[in-house]
């Protein structure tokens, strides 16, 4: 059998080379304008074939190309992190289900072999957010896994509306609009909300936490919250048709909800993951405001630096003995200089410090709203959100790097060769894939006349979002922090507007109540007395009885020969 080494290493390098070569074939289908379509014939009987289709253009290309990639990193990745795991090998096997269920949605024109990639998908991260099998996995992977259940629901209703229409291939029908093609997208779109995490779905994406670190850099990044954000984008042409306020509206209150639940969070990986969520209702929000393809290109940026970020996170809490509390980190770069210096690079990512690679796609979204001619609410909320983004990411890394009151001193610190390989391939793409795709996908130049206030409003809410992430952040010695002086408006914001609670026990709570007074009356009352514990209790005491006269019959025969006896004589 095939040890840890080379199963991890020979999955990262196949995966690597198929990534970069896709993405190749992707870039000279763009230039050349060239899309294949092809048809896999599987059975034909009687006149009635059974075909797999594939659609290859540069969308389909680009993407798994940069999938592939992130994903052999992380394999690479995980080749240290899950070195000491009994199950690394079952682990191993699961990443690369899990990729091929990505890539099975990703290049379907078909909305029955998009429901295989996607199950494929949710069953998978199921396993893997179990991984652990303790309590808190266990309920965090049925969260998961009911809640995109609900979006496998809808793409089933989909395929069955589609019996309308004369084919399941989706791409026949971007051009054309007629009322029925409403439910359709409108069911398309509750698919996307449940993968992607929208309000009010958007518990389970902090809870899918529990899994190891790898597959949340994975679940993050490129493949399973980007599932829904890639088929709206794929729909994007029948959205066109659509008034989309109402979705555009939630997609923003995502994005706002988790900036603002990630400012007051002390938990490493929520943090991360809510960061996550934020970045995807911007991308959902400037989908729905009618600019598809730079959605995509903020999908692929963000898969690049927020892939590093989990994997620099994934070293430092391995190296505070699993502890995911930033109020216990601080002074870090002495010890893992490497680490914080790829963490830095990725948060700036985030934050679109110009010419890093999330710049190139937020400066754009932020022109491109501004010149869309949407109302005051719009731009209130998308400015707030990009200050937040900078917030949050200002105080994690003050509490990680420069907050030296609660260190651990006593825990080993180090940096491991094979984790640190795979960390520099996505640092040089977390810097340069931004310019790179928006130089190809924008072969001609995308030019936003704007007045200078308008100009230079995201820089400045960069700033004050630098400056609130410091206030969040300092503490002085005998005083509270911000976050405890005003503290049901902190327990509000960070506990997701209490969504986790309505997604879970408030949901079933009365159910439960409902179904304990039936058991009172009916299972627990005189009636399971009456019909069913009665005729056993009388069965058993006469079985008790007959037992014993068999096992004391000697004594009995004895008794009875002495009465009978005594009566004789009387």
């Not at 501004?370 to 105080?395: D, E, H, K, P």
């Amino acid at each position: 059998m095939l040890n840890k080494f080379s199963v991890y290493l020979l999955g990262s390098l196949s995966l690597f080379f198929l990534g970069v070569s896709s993405f190749l074939v992707g870039s000279f289908f763009l230039v050349w304008d060239y899309v294949i379509f092809m048809d896999w014939e599987i059975l034909s009987m009687n006149g009635c074939s059974i075909t797999m289709t594939f659609l290859f253009d540069w969308i389909s290309l680009v993407f798994v190309g940069c999938v592939f990639v992130i994903s052999s990193m992380v394999i690479y990745y995980s080749e240290s992190y899950m070195g000491s795991d009994v199950d690394r090998v079952r682990f191993y096997f699961l990443v690369f289900l899990f990729v091929m269920s990505m890539m099975m949605m990703i290049v379907s024109p078909n909305l029955m072999s998009i429901l295989i990639g996607w199950d494929g998908l949710g069953l998978v991260s199921y396993c893997l957010v179990i991984y652990f099998q303790n309590y808190k996995s266990y309920s965090a992977g049925m969260l998961t896994i009911l809640t995109n259940r609900v979006g496998d629901v809808a793409i089933l209703l989909s395929i069955a509306w589609m019996l309308n229409f004369g084919s399941w291939h989706y791409i026949f029908y971007m051009g054309m609009w007629d009322y029925w093609e409403f439910y359709l997208i409108s069911l398309i779109v509750l698919a996307g909300f449940t993968s992607s995490a929208q309000i009010p779905f958007s518990s389970w994406l902090p809870a899918a936490m529990a899994a190891p670190t790898p597959v949340s850099s994975l679940v993050h990044s490129s493949t399973l919250v980007t599932a829904g954000v890639y088929l709206l984008i794929r729909f994007s042409e029948m959205l066109s048709n659509f008034n989309c306020s109402f979705i555009l509206a939630l997609s923003m209150m995502t994005m706002f909800m988790a900036g603002l639940g990630a400012n007051l969070e002390f938990d490493l990986s929520s943090i991360i993951a809510l960061s996550t969520l934020s970045q995807l209702g911007l991308m959902m929000s400037i989908l729905f405001l009618g600019y598809p393809i730079l959605s995509f290109l903020h999908l692929l940026t963000h898969a690049f630096f927020k892939a590093l970020l989990f994997l620099c996170a994934g070293v430092m809490i391995h190296c505070m003995n699993d502890s995911q509390d930033i109020r216990y980190m601080g002074a870090m770069t002495s010890y893992l200089p490497f680490t914080c210096t790829c963490f830095c690079i990725s948060n700036m990512s985030l934050c679109g410090l110009p010419f890093m690679s999330g710049f190139y796609s937020k400066d754009l979204i932020l022109e491109a709203m501004m010149g869309s001619g949407y109302n005051f609410f719009v731009f209130l909320i998308f400015f707030v959100s990009i200050g937040l983004t900078v917030s949050y990411t200002f105080r994690v890394i003050y509490y990680v790097m420069f907050y030296n009151v609660n260190m651990h001193v006593c825990h080993g610190y180090g940096e491991d060769k094979i984790m640190m390989k795979s960390m520099i391939v996505l640092a040089l793409l977390a810097i340069s894939g931004g310019s790179m795709l928006s130089w190809l996908i924008f072969s001609v130049p995308e030019l936003f006349v704007l007045p200078l206030h308008l100009k230079l409003m995201p820089l400045v809410f960069i700033f004050l979002g630098g400056w609130l992430g410091y206030e969040f952040s300092s503490v002085n010695l005998g005083e509270f922090p911000l976050s405890l002086r005003f503290y049901f408006i902190s327990f509000f914001s960070g506990s997701m507007w209490f969504m986790p609670y309505f997604s879970t026990f408030m949901l079933y709570g009365k159910s439960f109540y409902l179904s304990k007074m039936y058991y009172e009356v009916m299972d627990g009352g005189w009636g399971e007395y009456v019909v069913s514990s009665s005729p056993l209790l009388f069965t058993s005491s006469l079985s008790k009885l007959m037992n014993y006269y068999q096992f004391n019959n000697v004594k009995i025969y004895m008794m009875v020969f002495v009465l009978i006896f005594i009566f004789s004589l009387i």
